[in-house]
């Protein structure tokens, strides 16, 4: 018992907000009492967030099946109106106690106890910010800290715990070297997960709580299961058997190593049980969007304002625009038993290019129930939004042909190039879609109630703020050219193109105030 050390159960290790503000840690029995009084997680990290909702909601899971076995949205409601079944949740983790131990001599929580004997990894340590996906380790791009791999700043083991949940979701697939060559990303690699919110971390998770496991089928996480040894770690990669495995899968095998403190500043680290990845059963989390050969998982681009990939979110009915994540499908069939209008989701992770780290992100975003649960609601917001990526597209054409006029071969190849790139790192993208992202709530909540009238009201909203943010774009890009004769000459041929683009999203016009604008043009 002396090598047990560190409960999961007790330790205050999970950041949570409560409702009143205050940010505290809680153990995982005191943090399911008080599910109702907790607002939501307060872990700062992107990737550790999604990965300790995705905890809480396996544990929830297999408490509830240890518990009843079956549920319905029903009892959702209840759940969520009325709170979750503690006590259920609470014999659930104290039978299952000696399985969340940090420390543990055969069966360390979400580690490979194995790697302590294994002729590849006994005698080889490394530094516990290989697991950070924060840190410098390696050859990887330095994110938020400048640590040496050499002589790592030991960490208290909350911290670590915290850590390794983090990267297993997300780490990204690529060279290991112990055990096997390679291995495979984890479940959420590259990817900007998608968490439904509610009032209270009780609500959030009645929301996200996936369905119960079909009767015969046993979708089991890894803490109920038998220690992985060498033969597992080195054996191809395997599919998940539901969202409880996906949400507590291994994706790297890892060691905690814990000083006379309980502090951690090494680790053994190996290959884990690779994910093989199926069509058929994509990541609870996980969205998509149409891609050239077929759908691309949504993630974070650069300098790309997250609301512009919003329709990957929203369901379609020939399933060829977008694959929302099945989470959104569940928090959309609770709130419309609820009578809910508006759904809050948590888009958060992490954006890597293969084994590189790129950025992490992490937005909240309302959504008006009509939008989750109606395809046409849906299909509404993506021609309005299309709408502004086509204007966007034109604009950023005519600003590239006038960044181009002024340069010495204006019709030369690399010349546009160059002027497409100028404009791409100039102040007009942000501020076109900055700007119109102020009328993107009143649009979708135009779009949410669905009738004619608020169709037409949305339409004409929307052509009002395209109008504002292609003005302010294209001011910004005319600022950009300089007031030279040649730069004054390629704005004002520019210029008569750009009004007749912008033409349709003005309202009617008396015949007069049409000609006094042209004369004025």
């Known amino acids: 018992m002396n090598n047990r050390r560190f409960n999961l159960l007790d330790e205050p290790w999970l950041p949570v907000r409560l409702q009143g503000g205050r940010v505290c840690d809680l153990g995982l029995l005191e943090l399911f009492e008080r599910a109702g009084e907790i607002g939501a997680l307060a872990e700062t990290a ?18 509830l099946s240890r518990a009843q076995g079956r549920w319905t949205d ?18 659930y983790l104290e039978h299952w106690r000696e399985r969340f131990w940090l420390f543990h001599p055969e069966q360390p929580f979400m580690q490979v106890a194995a790697l302590a004997e294994a002729a590849e990894t006994r005698d080889r340590h490394k530094p516990w910010s290989q697991i950070s996906l924060a840190s410098a380790n390696g050859n990887a791009p330095v994110l938020f800290d400048h640590a040496c791999d050499l002589a790592p700043r ?50 959030s998770l009645c929301l996200a709580l996936h369905p119960p496991t079909p009767a015969g089928h046993a979708d089991l996480p890894n803490w109920e299961l038998d220690p992985p040894g060498g033969a597992q770690l080195r054996g191809e990669p395997r599919l998940a ?6 949400y507590s899968r291994l994706s790297r095998a890892v060691l905690l190593l814990s000083d006379e403190e309980g502090r951690v500043q090494w680790i053994r680290f ?26 691309v998982r949504l993630s974070f681009a650069e300098g790309r304002a997250f609301w512009r990939d919003l329709p990957a979110l929203l369901p379609d009915a020939e399933g060829l625009a977008s ?6 499908g569940w928090a959309a069939n609770l709130q419309l038993q609820l009578g809910g209008s508006e759904q809050p989701v948590l888009v958060a992770g992490l954006a890597s290019d293969q084994a590189k780290l790129l950025r992490w992100r992490s937005e909240r975003i309302g959504l008006p129930t009509a939008l989750l649960a109606s395809a046409d609601c849906a299909n509404a917001l993506r021609r309005q939004l299309r709408r502004a990526e086509a204007l966007f597209g034109d ?51 135009l779009l949410g109630r669905g009738d004619s009238d608020d169709l037409a009201r ?13 003005q302010a774009a294209w001011q910004a890009a005319c600022d950009g050219l300089g007031r030279s004769p040649k730069a004054l000459r390629a704005e004002a041929r520019a210029y008569p193109r750009l009004l007749a683009r912008l033409s349709p999203l003005r309202p009617a016009q008396p015949p007069t105030a049409v000609a006094d604008e042209e004369a004025r043009a």
């Open 46 to 63: 992107p990737p550790g967030l999604i990965a300790e909702y995705r905890l809480l909601l396996a544990i929830l899971h297999r408490a």
């Open 74 to 91: 029903a009892d959702r409601v209840r759940w969520y109106r009325q709170g979750l079944p503690a006590e259920a949740v609470r014999d």
């Open 154 to 203: 030991p960490i208290v083991a909350a911290d670590a715990l915290r850590t390794l949940l983090g990267f297993l979701p997300f780490t990204p697939g690529g060279l290991v070297k112990v055990l096997r060559d390679a291995d495979k990303a984890g479940a959420l690699a590259n990817t900007a997960a998608v968490m439904p919110l509610g009032a209270s971390l009780a609500q």
């Open 241 to 246: 058997s539901g969202p409880n495995d996906r």
């Open 270 to 295: 190996a290959a884990g049980i690779a994910l093989a990845e199926d069509a058929q059963a994509p990541d609870p989390m996980a969205s998509y969007r149409a891609g050239s050969h077929g759908p």
């Open 323 to 328: 694959r929302p994540a099945a989470v959104l």
């Open 395 to 445: 604009i950023r054409t005519l600003a590239a042909g006038m960044l181009a006029e002024i340069r010495p071969d204006p019709a030369g190849k690399d010349t546009w190039a160059r002027a497409r790139r100028l404009f791409d790192a100039g102040p007009a993208p942000a501020l076109y879609f900055a700007t119109a992202e102020h009328a993107l709530g009143r649009l979708m909540a």
């Open 458 to 470: 949305a339409e004409a909203l929307w052509s009002q703020t395209l109008l504002a943010a292609a």
